[in-house]
């Protein structure tokens, strides 16, 4: 399957909302659109008992926002059978005007997802399963009758697609190993990996990565790379990458820019005015960077 490769990508940046039923999160999300801000991306943990449904709380927010772009920061797979899940997907981008990218991951927690009901999946199953459903959500995705897969964990036989996507959806992996980078390479649109504070292991994933797109015969820029930033923005106290002063993060997000070619940094900063300061402050600050 061949990938359209983008001519060029611009920076963007997001937020990444926990989805706790206790807190204003139509709200939130309005609030992010208001600041100007390109994305809000969403953890999908079903068996969390304190979280809403994070598909129907993507659907409301698409209804209530006019430009934020919406995706699962990453969606679990093994709960969420494909051909259901890719009918979602098209249906909120469709209703949205195509705002919609799908962050998809192959699954952890497995204790939780077994007492959900779901399969319990070896590394190498998860893969599989992940490559699978590619495959299977983007024939769902194509419009096409009496679509037809025989895989070991997912088939259609005979399915109808439709509706069409209102655009070509991304399909972004949050995957961290050489076999999910290779997978990745060869059939995703985006890779969606979290910073969990070592800089070296992003930059060892990131050169796996374009070995891996060079051997698919698709050039590093062909995928978007999506950061999601744990940390706080401070007054002036330094105590790692990304916990310290507003130019202490400009910096930051400008050398794995430019080190390893992210182009999308999705920020999560709890406590009081977190989301006001990356907005306000860091993100024209790195834009300003970046063009210089």
């Known amino acids: 399957m061949t990938i359209p490769t983008p001519a060029s990508r611009q920076l963007r940046f997001?937020?990444?909302?926990?989805?706790?039923?206790?807190?204003?999160?139509?709200?939130?999300?309005?609030?992010?659109?208001?600041l100007g801000l390109d994305y809000v991306g969403i953890q999908d943990h079903p068996y969390q008992r304190n979280f809403v449904d994070t598909w129907s709380l993507m659907a409301m927010i698409a209804a209530s926002t006019t430009t934020l772009r919406i995706f699962p920061d990453v969606a679990n797979l093994p709960l969420r059978p494909p051909a259901v899940m890719a009918k979602a997907a098209a249906t909120i981008d469709l209703l949205s005007g195509g705002r919609f990218e799908l962050g998809l991951g192959a699954g952890g927690f497995w204790d939780a997802i077994e007492a959900y009901g779901g399969p319990r999946r070896s590394p190498r199953e998860s893969l599989g399963a992940l490559d699978e459903a590619i495959t299977v959500i983007r024939k769902v995705w194509s419009g096409e009758r009496n679509l037809r897969f025989e895989g070991t964990h997912y088939r259609l036989a005979g399915a109808q697609a439709g509706p069409v996507p209102a655009h070509p959806i991304g399909i972004w992996l949050g995957v961290y190993g050489l076999r999910a980078l290779e997978?990745?390479?060869?059939?995703?649109?985006?890779?969606?990996?979290?910073?969990?504070?070592?800089?070296?292991?992003?930059?060892?994933?990131?050169?796996?990565?374009?070995?891996?797109?060079?051997?698919?015969?698709?050039?590093?820029?062909?995928?978007?790379?999506?950061?999601?930033?744990?940390?706080?923005?401070?007054g002036g106290l330094s105590t790692g990458?990304?916990?310290?002063?507003?130019?202490?993060?400009?910096?930051?997000?400008?050398?794995?820019?430019?080190?390893?070619?992210?182009?999308?940094f999705i920020f999560w900063g709890e406590g009081d005015h977190q989301l006001d300061r990356f907005a306000q402050e860091v993100v024209p600050a790195a834009h300003q960077q970046l063009a210089r």
């Open 241 to 264: 990458m990304f916990n310290g002063p507003v130019a202490q993060w400009v910096e930051n997000l400008a050398e794995v820019a430019v080190s390893y070619g992210f182009d999308t």
């Open 14 to 34: 997001g937020y990444f909302l926990v989805p706790a039923a206790a807190d204003p999160l139509i709200a939130t999300a309005q609030r992010i659109e208001r």
């Open 183 to 234: 997978l990745t390479a060869r059939a995703a649109d985006g890779w969606v990996p979290s910073f969990r504070g070592d800089i070296g292991q992003i930059a060892e994933m990131t050169r796996r990565l374009d070995d891996a797109a060079s051997a698919a015969g698709r050039p590093p820029g062909a995928l978007r790379r999506v950061l999601n930033v744990s940390g706080t923005i401070t």
